[in-house]
């Protein structure tokens, strides 16, 4: 047994049903990976983009090259499940 847990200062090494318990505990949260990416996707586009492009003055006010950067940072969001490395090791498009 290599897991432990530390009570009062003292290193108490966990039992075999407790390490089974731990392992099952870590899959089960790393199963939860992509729920977490898609919900910090969707946050992203909440927050950074959505009142960007649904607001028509701001929107009508960017020259086309801003608004092709906006574009295409919405894009790279939505596109993040394609990415290699997701949805434990994600490199997320930075905002314009």
């Known amino acids: 047994m290599s897991n432990h847990k530390i009570v009062d200062g003292v290193v108490i090494y ?5 390490e089974t318990q731990l392992a099952a505990d870590w899959a089960a949260e790393a199963a939860k990976a992509p ?9 992203l586009l909440l927050s950074e983009v959505d009142p960007i492009v649904s607001n028509d003055l701001r929107w009508n006010d960017m020259t086309d ?3 092709t950067e906006w574009t ?23 905002k314009p």
């Open 14 to 18: 966990l039992s075999k049903e407790e």
């Open 72 to 94: 295409n940072y919405r894009q790279a969001l939505l596109d993040i499940e394609d990415l290699d490395g997701y949805p434990d090791n994600i490199t997320w498009p930075t």
């Open 65 to 67: 090259a801003k608004r």
């Open 35 to 43: 729920e977490y990416a898609r919900e910090e996707r969707n946050n």
